[in-house]
């Protein structure tokens, strides 16, 4: 029997680089914040969708939390229309 394989996280799990699961932890993190920012102001998909100037059906997979189906860029810009700037900070790894 072969010894199970453990990770830090979920996204250390699923990539195949460090850099690719740092890339869909910052996705999935945005995509949440986005995800609360829509709740807080009692959006319905199709107003969210239109506030921040994509499909309801993109929307529906932003709040599925559809990783996979948003790049960073898109993301940005997501918020960016809904008011928010968006930073990032460096940490130790």
């Known amino acids: 029997?072969?010894?199970?394989?453990?990770?830090?996280?979920?996204w250390d799990a699923l990539a195949d680089t460090p850099e690719q699961a740092a890339n869909l932890r910052t996705r999935a993190e945005l995509m949440?914040?986005?995800?609360?920012?829509?709740?807080?102001n009692?959006?319905?998909?199709?107003?969210?969708?239109?506030?921040?100037?994509i499909?309801?059906?993109r929307m529906n997979d932003l709040l599925r939390g559809r990783v996979s189906r948003?790049?960073?860029?898109?993301?940005?810009?997501v918020a960016t229309a809904i008011g928010r700037r968006v930073h990032f900070e460096l940490e130790e790894a």
């Open 1 to 10: 029997m072969s010894k199970a394989e453990t990770y830090a996280s979920v």
């Open 32 to 40: 949440q914040q986005i995800a609360t920012i829509v709740k807080e």
């Open 42 to 53: 009692g959006w319905t998909q199709a107003e969210a969708a239109n506030q921040c100037g």
């Open 55 to 57: 499909t309801q059906p």
């Open 70 to 77: 948003f790049s960073l860029d898109a993301l940005v810009n």
